[in-house]
């Protein structure tokens, strides 16, 4: 209800200022005024409560409606009503004092500094009181308007006061719009370049729309109306577009900090899961496969006293050979869980002794002259794994490779093979399960595997 007041509110005002302005004796520029007078209200007030309603704690969305109100208040200059034409030559500039609020305060709808505010409250008492020393002595003759109605602030009329005070007041007008200028550069030029963006319209649109009718009302003729009802007109529309870049960047920034959340998040899940892996591998060595070797030299001595029996002696026999092949299964195991030799001795001996059981002929080049981090090292290595168990399985190749290269801040792993190709990630769940382990270090996992041409394996992952 209160918006719905507020737009009707203006809208009453609007038509007001048109019918004010078609009916005046005085003003010029009248289609200009009837036009874009309610025009720039309107502007101002729509957009602001769009931006007030969207963003409730940002003032600067009510800024918006108050110098859209302070606007159309300013139009009774054109009024043929003494009272009306008086309060309009008074109070009428306190638009000039919003404009300057608004200007320093965008985006946020506050001002950022102790001399923002000082300048702020210059502008609220140089724009309305500037006008009152002429006011004071100046009729219609000093006015040069013969059809304007009584100005009731004219004490007596003083035709060699008026020119120079008026000039004063032109002149406190032309520095302060300097100043704000100034300011207004100085704030560009310190913010970043998404904040720029923001910026760019909203000060261009309101230093000319600021400058032309400041013209305008020194007399340059009716063309500086039109063009600075349209400049006016157009800048309500860039606060609005500066107020939706502005939540654009926010979302963005939530954005980039939500996915930087989750790629730290998975980045964890996978160091946890290698220090399990770890741990896991820690204790089938040091305690199952321990049990295991005791067993079998327990096993050795029991075979070496059977003596001359020859059925104890087979069953001790085939005792000691399937615990050999559970130790074997066991080792296994360990390795594909973590290997050790990765924790003790480091990336390129964990690979020589991952090639060594590889079923064809495989080249390594490794590249790395110091360690890796450990995330890196065993994602590597588990690529190098998956590649040469697909190359076992699938590829019916005659020889492989495995190349790791680092080089501008990555590390490059390379599986290839020469067999029939055809692979396709999207069908294994290893290969699935190594992307997302790549992905969590912000790594990439690419496949090549032209039918016939053989398969590319390929993992890029940045060192951090």
């Known amino acids: 209800m209160r918006f719905a007041g507020i737009a009707f509110a203006a809208l009453v005002a609007g038509v007001g200022v048109c019918m004010l302005a078609l009916a005046s004796d005085h003003q010029e520029a009248k289609e200009a005024f009837a036009i874009f007078g309610p025009a720039v209200g309107w502007g101002f007030v729509g957009a602001g409560l769009f931006a007030w309603r969207r963003e409730p704690e940002n003032r600067t969305g009510r800024l918006m409606v108050l110098l859209g109100f302070a606007w159309l208040v300013s139009t009774l200059e054109a009024a043929d009503d003494a009272f009306l034409y008086t309060v309009g030559l008074l109070v009428g500039p306190l638009w000039g004092s919003v404009f300057v609020h608004l200007g ?34 100046s009729g219609p003759a000093e006015l040069d308007c013969e059809n304007c109605p009584e100005n009731l602030l004219l004490v007596e009329p003083n035709a060699d006061l008026a020119p120079p005070l008026m000039a004063l007041a032109a002149a406190l007008y032309v520095a ?59 800048t309500p529309f860039a606060f609005l577009g500066g107020l939706l870049r502005s939540q654009i960047s926010h979302l963005d920034a939530e954005l980039r900090e939500s996915m930087e959340e989750l790629r730290a998040s998975r980045a964890r899940i996978v160091e946890a899961s290698d220090a399990a892996r770890r741990k896991l591998e820690r204790d089938l060595h040091d305690g199952a496969q321990s049990r295991l070797v005791a067993l079998s030299l327990l096993l050795r ?118 067999g029939v190709g055809g692979a396709d990630a999207a069908h294994g769940s290893g290969l699935r399960g190594l992307a997302d382990r790549v992905a969590a270090l912000d790594g990439t996992l690419s496949l090549e595997s032209p039918a016939g041409g053989g398969t590319l394996l390929r993992a890029k992952i940045p060192l951090r």
Request: net charge neutral; aromatic share 8%.
């Open 104 to 137: 320093l305060a965008f985006p946020s709808g506050r001002l950022r500094s102790s001399l923002d505010r000082a300048i702020v409250i210059a502008g609220y008492f140089v724009f309305p009181l500037a006008n009152v020393p002429w006011m004071l002595v």
């Open 176 to 234: 302060l719009f300097l100043v704000v200028a100034f300011v207004a550069v100085r704030h560009w030029l310190r913010s970043g370049a998404f904040e720029r963006l923001q910026l760019t319209p909203v000060y261009t649109t309101s230093l000319l729309a600021f400058l032309l009718v400041i013209m305008a009302k020194a007399g340059v003729g009716e063309a500086a109306w039109w063009a600075a009802f349209i400049a006016a007109w157009l």
């Open 301 to 418: 001595s029991a075979r070496m006293r059977a003596g001359d029996d020859p059925q104890l002696a087979g069953l001790l026999d085939e005792a000691q050979s399937e615990l050999q092949t559970s130790l074997g299964e066991l080792r296994e195991l360990a390795r594909g869980i973590h290997p050790a030799v990765l924790t003790e001795r480091g990336l390129e001996p964990a690979l020589q002794a991952l090639v060594s059981r590889a079923p064809v002929p495989v080249a390594v080049e490794a590249a790395v002259d110091s360690r890796l981090p450990a995330p890196v090292e065993s994602a590597a290595y588990f690529v190098v794994s998956e590649g040469l168990a697909n190359v076992a399985k699938y590829a019916q190749a005659t020889h492989a490779s495995v190349s790791v290269r680092r080089q501008n801040g990555h590390v490059t792993v390379d599986v290839a093979d020469n």
